[in-house]
């Protein structure tokens, strides 16, 4: 059995001893160099659990034609991925076991990528990050402590790329359907004087988007400088990216949808659309936006940087530290109809003898926000089979919220680019761990302790539920975090198991949307996983069994609070458990395939759905409950499906076709089919040829037909329900996906 690895909380570090049994200047350059980039890896990389899947570069270059990064993992276990534009570029996001976003903790290099208000990944912000990318690891479940200190219910670790000894330079160019246009160039020097090296990526993408003006413009650069001493290595990062996209978040009507023309008239009649806008509702097919406005967009420049240090004080001990820096600024552009001039804090305009209360207006919503720390880790072999790590972080995150309007047909006493609102927020994070590993005659064991403290508060005021108020809260956590776990290996048959515990606060809108009497509480969960695994030379398999019970999960319940929000209520319990099936198998050098099954259920015990119910005389307006009993969490399918083959009939030639099945998945926690996504089916097909030639050392092209049998499907959506006049009207909205739709691409490496 290979020796168990432990990492560190930072990125980089933490090696085997086996692997690292010299000094750096007591081996050649090449091995020095392999001997660095194993720290690194093995720094970022969980154990080698069934739970986990690590993709490579080779796959996901094989993969990338441009589209974003959820879109390409969408054929890994248990994933379900989502595109707003409806093609893979923009807004995309992925579901890890029915996991939203806010839950999957992401890291590069170790070092902390998700909001920290929010928890969300806008991968928008990083675009063809793919590019200066070696490796990924997906972890689902409890993730290890140094997965990053928020590891709640999957972990997605990405390594940047390793260093490249020769000088090498690179080009990319793809494009396709809906006016998609991608160009990565890449380049580096190699290793010079055997200290130095230098690599560098500029990239650009452009899409329209498959939904009506959902287009994109992209654009990022990335940069990597090292410098290897004899026991030390010194490593800067710089990722930055820059997104502008247009507005496709409203989602497309049930009744447009469906293609059902009486629906349209009577949701248009329901929600007062303009002649205007049901023009463009009833003549738009699928491709139907709601946002007609030239410039409702998105808009938002980020730049990451980190700088890494790792040092050897002998063979037995390594110390690892990075340091972050995060700068991120842009709003959103909207077009507002008919917005109350109260609701902006504005006074009525007086025409005459009339006053008038509102008005149609543009405005901007703002973030501009910092996010600084230092994760570290010490690693000590005291053991050939007994290993230590110790680490944690420490970060601050400062952001200021605030709105302008830039144009109003009434401006009553605003002037422009007023902040109607304003809000400064601050968060405090610290986290430590102690980490030990036992490998002894083929049985691993592991304890990973944890402590985190977080404190967050903001200040000033904010729109909530469509009035301003005060938003002023400022609250504490402590958690503690523990996992234990054990691998056993017998010959060509592995036993994995663990139980972890995990914690995770609220978002920024659970706070914003409440007051310190009514906010939710932190939600915990409990995780166990068992696991065997079967290596062979042609076949492949595994079984993950997984329970993740939770108490007081965070869910939409339909409640409204004493703000008027509609925030997340806690629920009790609840849990997600399944089966996890994955194989694959070589019939030969040309033909492979593989395949991966996620059998589970996930359910809420005991859910109270509240609806609003509108009344035609005082009060007005007030809420009644539904008891469900036990239901399904909403966006959890209870089967996933992945099938792939991989064909190369000749040494150029590689041939892939894949296809995904996602069973039903509820658009909220009520089991109610009336407000769900259908199971659909995609299939997607990939051609990939190296031309031989002299003035390059690879010139590759490749074809990607994606949804190839044209599937009509939806992957995400969301519902709301009201009661009137004794009746319940339920609203469904879809982001339909693309129909079959291609992409070529041409890669040179010279």
């Not at 890896?41 to 589209?67: E, I």
């Not at 170790?110 to 675009?127: A, F």
């Not at 004087?193 to 654009?219: C, M, N, V």
């Amino acid at each position: 059995m290979k020796t168990r690895l432990l990492f560190l909380p930072s990125l980089l570090l933490a090696t085997s001893v086996a692997a690292q049994n010299t000094y750096f200047s007591a081996i050649d350059t090449s091995k020095r160099i392999q001997s660095i980039e194993g720290i690194i890896v093995s720094g970022l990389r969980a154990k080698d659990a069934p739970n986990n899947l690590t993709v490579t570069k080779k796959d996901l270059q094989v993969k990338n034609f441009g589209q974003d990064m959820p879109t390409l993992l969408e054929f890994t276990p248990s994933v379900v991925t989502t595109s707003d534009a409806g093609a893979g570029i923009g807004y995309s996001g992925l579901r890890i076991r029915g996991v939203d976003a806010s839950r999957i903790n992401v890291t590069i290099n170790g070092v902390p990528v998700n909001d920290p208000e929010s928890h969300d990944v806008y991968w928008v912000n990083m675009p063809d990050l793919v590019g200066s990318i070696e490796s990924i690891q997906i972890q689902r479940g409890v993730g290890s402590s140094t997965n990053g200190a928020a590891a709640f219910g999957a972990s997605v670790n990405i390594k940047t790329n390793d260093l490249k000894l020769q000088p090498f330079a690179r080009m990319d160019l793809s494009g396709g359907s809906f006016g998609t246009l991608r160009g990565t160039l890449l380049a580096g020097t190699g290793l010079l004087k055997d200290r130095f090296s230098l690599e560098a990526r500029l990239s650009e993408i452009r899409s329209d988007g498959y939904l009506d003006r959902a287009s994109s413009d992209l654009r990022s650069m990335g940069l990597t400088a090292s410098y290897f001493a004899n026991k030390s290595v010194w490593k800067a990062v710089v990722l930055t990216g820059a997104e502008r996209t247009y507005q496709a978040w409203y989602g497309t009507p049930e009744s447009r949808y469906r293609g059902d023309s009486l629906g349209m008239l009577d949701y248009a009649a329901r929600n007062g659309l303009s002649a205007a806008e049901t023009q463009n509702l009833l003549e738009s097919g699928r491709t139907y936006n709601y946002y007609t406005y030239a410039n409702q967009v998105d808009n938002y420049k980020q730049d990451n940087y980190q700088l890494h240090f790792i040092h050897r004080f002998s063979p037995k001990l390594e110390l690892n530290l990075a340091g972050h820096y995060t700068y991120g600024r842009g709003y959103y552009e909207e077009f507002r109809n008919q917005d109350d001039l109260a609701e902006y804090g504005l006074e009525p305009v007086v025409v005459g003898s009339d006053s008038i209360l509102s008005t149609d207006l543009i405005r901007r919503r703002w973030l501009d926000n910092h996010f600084v720390g230092l994760v570290y880790g010490l690693n000590y072999q005291w053991k050939p089979y007994l290993k230590f790590a110790f680490g944690g972080a420490a970060n601050q995150y400062t952001g200021l919220h605030f709105g302008e309007i830039i144009w109003a047909e009434f401006a009553s006493n605003s002037e422009i680019y007023d902040r109607y609102y304003e809000n400064d927020a601050s968060k405090s994070e610290l986290s430590s761990y102690l980490k030990t590993s036992y490998n002894r005659n083929g049985l691993d064991l592991v304890l990973d302790l944890q402590y985190r403290g977080i404190a967050y508060q903001f200040l000033g005021v904010d729109q909530v539920s469509g009035n301003l108020a005060d938003v002023t809260q400022q609250v504490t956590y402590h958690f503690f975090n523990p996992k234990v776990a054990f691998a056993k290996l017998l010959g060509p048959h592995q036993l994995f198991g663990s139980f972890g515990i995990a914690n995770r606060e609220p978002v920024r809108r659970d706070f914003r949307e409440s007051t310190p009497e009514n906010r939710p509480t932190p939600e915990r969960m409990f995780d166990t996983e068992l696991a065997y695994r079967l290596q062979f030379k042609k076949i492949n398999a595994q079984a993950n069994l997984f329970w993740m019970y939770y108490h007081d999960q965070l869910v939409l319940t339909g409640q409204i609070n004493d703000v008027g929000g509609y925030t997340r209520t806690n629920v009790d319990r609840s849990y997600r458990a399944g089966l996890e099936l994955e194989m694959a198998y070589k019939l030969n050098d040309k033909f492979r395939i593989q395949s991966a099954t996620t059998l589970s259920q996930n359910k809420i015990l005991n859910f109270v759905e509240f609806i609003d119910v509108y009344l035609d005389e005082a009060p007005y307006y007030t809420q009644v409950q539904i008891q469900h009993g036990t239901t399904d969490l909403a966006f959890s399918p209870n089967f996933i499906q992945t099938i792939g083959l991989q064909f190369g009939p000749v040494k150029q030639l590689a041939l892939g076709v894949q296809t995904k099945y996602v069973s039903r998945q509820f658009l909220d926690n009520t089991s109610n089919v009336a407000r769900s996504l259908d199971p659909f089916t995609f299939t997607n097909f990939i051609c990939n040829y190296k031309i031989k030639q002299n003035f390059a050392q690879e010139m590759e092209i490749g074809l990607m037909v994606n949804n190839l049998l044209n599937a009509l499907y939806a992957n995400n959506g969301y519902t709301f329900s009201y009661q009137y006049g004794g009746q319940t009207t339920t609203e469904n909205f879809y982001y339909p996906q693309a129909g079959r739709h291609f992409l070529l691409k041409m890669n040179i490496l010279f």
